[in-house]
């Protein structure tokens, strides 16, 4: 008995010590930051989030500790994370471009279909000087408060899904309603298609694909199956890769600004390691996605390179829509053609090199 109160007391010590350890080391941090993603922890943000943190928090050896709240604890949707990012409620927001558009209408060049022709194209893309000037545009566009800090990966590619037909060329997918967000781009893409854009918020889309209301939609995989979709009766899935899933990754510029100049190299290179895992997960997260796709009676459509260029051909009103209605649509627009360019000229010099 007086053993089993002895170590007891022991236990007790050794769980005060503990947690008096814990909150000594919370405490001794010099600079707290709260990161935010209005996902789950399946999803790739959260991926990149815990790389993150565990990243920056090691490499400034406690000088700087990482809070993430996943969902909707700190705020609700895009605007309203953006304007907390802004008012410094919240340090870390990411956000798809669709999602910042409303603030930064810009952002929406990410969404431009086929201008990223494939991963090895868009991380290049990401990683270099495109990147970088849209850093200074959101900068300057919100009075120095919000600075974009890198661009990652959020699902993989956007591909054509229905519920209808194989769908080889667009058109295919003439008269069909496909689902779209509330927002210009995606529905001007949709109507290039031939098809009929039928904006339905995402918890309701599963419904609608049941109830007909909606017969397609432009999603990734892991979205598809996380999602459950096929058992509402998404059974064709189209491999055109219309869109590069961008994530936008911002910090608080103040609060990145306060920081001396070897802390901020450390957390310029935590997002740097949350890039390359965002660039990553969804890799991985896809294979079995696919698997589980067709095990439930899905089929997978790869189009020929000549069907390719149909839907990029069909897609070009998008561009010009985007050139007349975005302010500074035709920068953009050049400036990420001729980044793509590049990389794909680099690409094709490596390949001569690689391929002999």
């Keep these: 008995m007086i053993k089993t109160k002895i170590f007891k007391r022991t236990i ?18 010099d600079f707290n930051l709260r990161a935010t993603a209005n996902s789950n922890e399946n999803d790739e943000d959260y991926d ?3 790389v993150f943190k565990d990243y920056v928090e090691s490499h400034s050896n406690g000088r700087i500790a990482i809070d993430l709240f996943i969902g909707t604890q700190l705020c609700a949707n895009g605007t309203e994370c953006l304007q907390a990012l802004e008012d410094g409620s919240v340090d870390v927001f990411i956000s798809t471009s669709g999602g910042a558009a409303n603030m930064y209408p810009y952002v929406q060049v990410l969404d431009l279909p086929y201008l990223l022709t494939d991963d090895r ?4 893309v990401l990683v270099g000087d495109f990147t970088r000037e849209m850093r200074k545009a959101i900068l300057a566009d919100s009075g120095d408060k919000v600075r974009l800090m890198t661009i990652g990966n959020t699902g993989g590619w956007r591909n054509f899904a229905n519920t209808k037909r194989t769908v080889k060329t667009p058109a295919d ?5 496909i689902r779209t967000v509330v927002a210009d781009l ?3 893409l949709v109507k290039a298609m031939g098809a009929s854009p039928t904006p339905i918020p995402w918890p309701e889309l599963f419904t609608s694909f049941q109830t007909g209301i909606v017969e397609g939609s432009k999603n990734g995989i892991t979205d598809i199956m996380g999602m459950k979709f096929p058992e509402a009766g998404l059974k064709y899935v189209t491999l055109d890769g219309h869109a590069y899933m961008s994530a936008l990754w911002y910090m608080n510029n103040e609060s990145f600004k306060s920081m001396p100049e070897d802390l901020r190299k450390v957390v310029v290179d935590g997002f740097s390691a949350l890039q390359q895992a965002t660039f990553a997960s969804p890799k991985r997260k896809s294979i079995k996605a696919y698997a589980d796709f067709k095990a439930s009676g899905g089929e997978i459509y790869v189009p020929t390179p000549e069907q390719k260029m149909m839907f990029q051909k069909s897609a070009a009103p998008v561009y010009t829509w985007f050139k007349d209605n975005v302010k500074d649509g035709a920068k953009w627009f050049d400036l990420l053609k001729s980044e793509t360019a590049k990389v794909q000229t680099e690409l094709s010099a490596s390949y001569q090199s690689d391929l002999n």
């Design 12 to 29: 007790s010590t050794v769980m005060v010590a503990a947690a008096m350890a814990i909150s000594i080391g919370a405490s001794a941090a």
């Design 48 to 50: 990149g989030l815990v």
């Design 121 to 124: 194209v868009a991380e290049a």
């Design 173 to 177: 997918l003439e008269g069909l309603k």
């Design 186 to 188: 995606p529905q001007e």
